[in-house]
Nanobody, 122 residues
Framework: QVQLVESGGGLVQPGGSLRLSCAAS????????MGWYRQAPGNQRELVAH???????NYADSVKGRFTISRDNGKSTVYLQMNSLKPEDTAVYYC????????????????WGQGTQVTVYS
């Protein structure tokens, strides 16, 4: 069984910063791409940032220049550094990873974390 556990959400004023972490655990052979998504009330879940195993990244236009995604493959962890936060960044943030479980089948599966709330208020 593979689990993704997020941490680091919370309340912050506009212009502030937060750092989200997501650690994968369980019977893992390898982790391919990892990403962060968010969902605000009444909205669909949207991609925030994505990083390949090799470290190539891409970002939603709304967060470019403010958010940075990174990963530590040795720790099976992905991070999202969020700076210059705005009220419109308020959402539940979800971690996603393409994981090949250590079951001998070599097939990638998509896993999601439980979500962490980020609230930017003035």
């Amino acid at each position: 069984q593979v689990q993704l556990v997020e941490s680091g959400g919370g309340l912050v004023q506009p212009g502030g910063s937060l750092r989200l972490s997501c650690a994968a655990s369980g019977s893992i052979f390898s982790i391919n791409a990892m990403g962060w998504y968010r969902q605000a009330p009444g909205n669909q879940r949207e991609l925030v940032a994505h990083i390949t195993r090799g470290g190539s990244t891409n970002y939603a236009d709304s967060v470019k220049g403010r958010f940075t995604i990174s990963r530590d493959n040795g720790k099976s962890t992905v991070y999202l550094q969020m700076n210059s936060l705005k009220p419109e960044d308020t959402a539940v943030y979800y971690c996603n990873a393409g994981v090949v479980p250590n079951n001998g089948l070599g097939r990638e599966h998509d896993y999601w974390g439980q979500g962490t709330q980020v609230t930017v208020y003035s």
